[in-house]
């Protein structure tokens, strides 16, 4: 079974900096896409970014783009997301998940496996 564990999540300033960083394991094939996401209370889960491993392509909301970058270090087996410039609408559970289907895409529907999430807090 997949085990993907997110850390990195706490609380910051407006206009601060945070990065994620989601550890994988266990996986059992070779080409797969993994996503962040996030959730606020009484909203809906949304993506934020996510990267083939493939191709290393990447994608973005448009909510994010120019602050948020997503890289891997594939000899750890680990997918960052650096948040630079939060802003208190960034507040939100985080959650990195995979798929088997190496295509970077930011639906949550289109995942399969997702870790427990951690959370993110900006005070302005």
């Known amino acids: 079974e997949v085990q993907l564990v997110e850390s990195g999540g706490g609380l910051v300033q407006a206009g601060g900096s945070l990065r994620l960083s989601c550890a994988a394991s266990r996986f059992t094939f070779d080409d797969y896409a993994i996503g962040w996401f996030r959730q606020a209370p009484g909203k809906e889960r949304e993506g934020v970014s996510c990267i083939s491993s493939s191709d290393g392509s990447t994608g973005y909301a448009d909510s994010v783009k120019g602050r948020f970058t997503i890289f891997s270090d594939n000899a750890k087996n680990t997918v960052y997301l650096q948040m630079n410039s939060l802003k208190p609408e960034d507040t939100a559970v985080y959650y990195c998940?995979?798929?088997?289907?190496?295509?970077?895409?930011?639906?949550?529907?289109?995942?399969?496996?997702w870790g427990q999430g951690t959370q993110v807090t900006v005070s302005s």
């Open positions: 998940a995979a798929k088997d289907v190496a295509i970077a895409t930011i639906n949550p529907n289109e995942y399969d496996w």
